[in-house]
């Protein structure tokens, strides 16, 4: 993430000092101090919400100051597994589908094809509902393609594999 400091008082040019620290501490982290940088690059360790200072200083000592709001989130990640990994023709096997991080709610897509074939043939389209059924009709090694969809949209993707006998 990016801080773009810009500032329009006094005499011109201005230099910046830039703070964070997560929402709840009392001690501010310096991030950049006394820069002529507009931007900034900020890369935060942990997801949590986060509040940013911007300090503004003018060549005849004027300052501005302006605190700004940050949530970071994980990142999206597809944890999706297999009820099991070998069935027989017939059997049904379970595809379990998860997620962590992200933003808000999942949505999940799966898809299946035999190893050997090219087309994935849609099992299910974008649900919230994660346990999906899924019936072989065949003998043979299947690739299952789970997605996970947050609420901004973010997607991830996991291949599993099922051995059909």
């Given at each position: ?14 230099y910046y000092s830039i ?104 099992l299910r389209g974008y ?39």
């Open positions: 993430m990016t801080v773009e400091c810009s500032a329009n008082y006094g005499t011109p040019s201005y703070y964070y620290r997560k929402a709840g501490d009392t001690k501010w982290k310096t991030l950049e101090t006394y820069t002529y940088d507009s931007a900034v690059d900020f890369k935060p360790t942990e997801a949590g919400d986060y509040e940013i200072r911007v300090i503004a200083y003018s060549q005849l000592s004027k300052t501005a100051r302006k605190d700004m709001k940050l949530t970071v989130t994980k990142a999206l990640t597809n944890t999706s597994k297999l009820g099991a990994e070998s069935i027989k023709v017939g059997e049904k096997v379970k595809v379990r589908c998860f997620a962590e991080g992200g933003a808000g709610d999942y949505e999940f897509a799966v898809y299946y094809k035999l190893a050997n074939e090219e087309k994935f043939t849609k649900k919230a509902y994660n346990i999906i059924m899924f019936t072989p009709s065949k003998a043979g090694t299947y690739d299952i393609r789970v997605f996970v969809r947050d609420t901004n949209g973010k997607l991830a993707r996991k291949d599993l594999r099922l051995n059909v006998t």
